[in-house]
């Protein structure tokens, strides 16, 4: 709570949402539907999310947008056009303002508000959520929409405060256009919102330099319009397309190769690169079924990779510094570019390899590092997020017994199918640590677990249940579950967000759920099928019924 606001009575809900983006929308349409009092609360003056604050240059999805897109309403599917195969960020939040207007949701939001904490009170079941605009809303559940990527990470370089030129974060991007003609401009971070923002910036900048502490692999998007014909065919193929999503290893219709590299030749297997290369993005790192559980398969992409990185960077020193050493490919997330290689053959563009010079501080003119100093008249920093969990923990969450989020998270996040976590009952996260989320298409598995959650509320109205709460060894179980699948691939090898490895503190744990969509949508089935296994569920009168 902000200092010297008070506290007004702001309501009592069934169901009170955090967050407007993809889940936090779905969230509030299924329970209103479903006969809840629902009130959603977001941060942003409007809905978006994710896709509200990231308005940096370039920024568009790496998933395509006739897979990312809600499911939920045919005509909705079938109204909506998308002009590239790849949606802009801008197209995004045009979308997902048409969805929040179609069905009527912006009046059951409260926007321009932070939620800053939520107790959960054990004598009525009954969460108390305050926000930074001094209210405080009382709802017997709580679901936490809040993102994976959303927490802004905003490292403590020495200095940073003194920077005298304009500071930019691509997690926060300003809403009105900057301009950047003139200017010498400086990024920190080569991840995805650095790679698609640098060759936009560089197109614009007198000067742009790079500072890279990690490379990281990325392929072309091939990015297009998509064509009348196109439109079309999808309209016509999309339920067999949302048929197989739904149940898929990532939520969307691809497949990997249909052989191992071991049963076909070196000509067929450069074929399949190069096939999958061409069809652009993230998929390239699944190539091949075995490609990020066996190293010597995984290497065979990276070497197909790395030829491709050469053939575009004209300075050989410049491309062995943009080719990855540290990390089987796709086990940190692909990065997907429009042109970010060949940006690095411009005149006005510097790579700055931190590895060999680290930053040593930022000053009022620009940045120093071990070697040299570069002036800058624009910082920008593409620096991630704290991913998964930061969101979650940066609201003091305290629920029953005592239980504070960041104890119960401090060894890494434990949770029941990702939903749910013992000590907090009638709380639920979409998207969070534990599920497929960041692994899968998040508009999926978004529509997945709310619609979970809300057929799990809906049981508990019609039994007369009002608490709902993982059990404790049913988390540990699923929990241990999550890190068992993990390391039966190269994943937990990388310095990943996955594993909190861009934090400093965080403890190392792979986060994301790698079992597959599909299989997780089957157990929360099963789950549910059985009678809410692992969960406990009270009844008004009071009896508690261990399942
Ligand atoms: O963040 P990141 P992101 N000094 O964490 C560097 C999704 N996404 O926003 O690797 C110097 O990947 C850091 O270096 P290192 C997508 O899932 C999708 O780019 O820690 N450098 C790294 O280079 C993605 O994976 C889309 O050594 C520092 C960079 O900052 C995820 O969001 C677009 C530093 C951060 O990269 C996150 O991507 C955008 C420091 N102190 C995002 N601290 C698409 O759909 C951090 N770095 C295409």
Known sequence: MKNGTTVVPSGTYDVLVVGAGFAGLYAVHRALGAGFRAIGVEAAPGVGGTWYWNRYPGARCDVESIDYSYSFDEELQDSWVWSERYATQPEILAYLEHVADRFGLRPHFRFDRRVESARFDEGDATWTVTTDAGEA????????????????????????????????????????????????????????????????????????????????????????????????????????????????????????????????????????????????????????????????????????????????????????????????????????????????????????????????????????????????????????????????????????????????????????????????????????????????????????????VVDLLADCRSRGVTEVEARADSAAKWTGHVDEVAHRTLFPKADSWYVGANIEGKRRVFMPYIGGFGAYRRTCEQVRAGGYEGFVLTARSGEGASR
């Open 137 to 452: 809303y009382r709802a017997r559940f709580v679901v936490l929409a809040t993102g994976s990527l959303s927490a802004p990470n905003k490292p403590p370089i020495p200095g940073a405060d003194r920077f005298a030129g304009e500071v930019l974060f691509t997690a926060q991007w300003p809403r009105e256009k900057v301009s950047f003609a003139g200017k010498r401009v400086g990024i920190i971070g080569t991840g995805s919102s650095g790679i698609q923002s640098i060759p936009i910036i560089a197109e614009e900048a007198a000067s742009l330099t790079v500072f890279q502490r990690s490379p990281n692999y990325s392929v072309p998007a091939f990015n297009r319009p998509l064509t009348e014909d196109e439109q079309v065919r999808v309209r016509a193929e999309y339920p067999e397309r949302r048929r197989r999503s739904a149940y898929s290893g990532a939520g969307t219709p691809h497949e990997t190769y249909p052989k191992t590299v071991f049963e076909i030749d070196e000509a067929e297997r450069l074929a399949a690169f190069e096939a999958r290369w061409k069809e652009g993005g993230v998929l390239f790192g699944k190539t091949f079924p075995d490609q990020t559980v066996d190293e010597a398969v995984n290497k065979m992409a990276r070497d197909f990779a790395e030829a491709k990185i050469r053939a575009i960077v004209a300075d050989q020193r410049t491309a062995d510094d943009l080719i990855p050493v540290d990390h089987p490919i796709g086990t940190k997330r692909i990065c997907t570019d429009s042109g970010y290689y060949a940006t690095f053959n411009r005149e006005n563009v510097t790579l700055v390899n931190l590895r060999r010079e680290p930053i040593v501080s930022i000053t009022e003119r620009g940045i120093e590092t071990g070697g040299s100093s570069y002036e800058l008249d624009t910082l920008i920093y593409a620096t991630g997020f704290d991913a998964m969990t930061g969101a979650v923990t940066r609201i003091d969450i305290r629920g029953a017994r005592g239980a504070r989020i960041g104890d119960a998270w401090g060894e890494g996040p434990v949770t029941y199918l990702g939903m749910a976590i013992p000590g907090f009952p009638n709380l639920f996260t979409v998207n969070g640590p534990g599920s497929p989320s960041v692994l899968a298409n998040m508009v999926l598995t978004a529509e997945q677990q709310v619609d979970w």
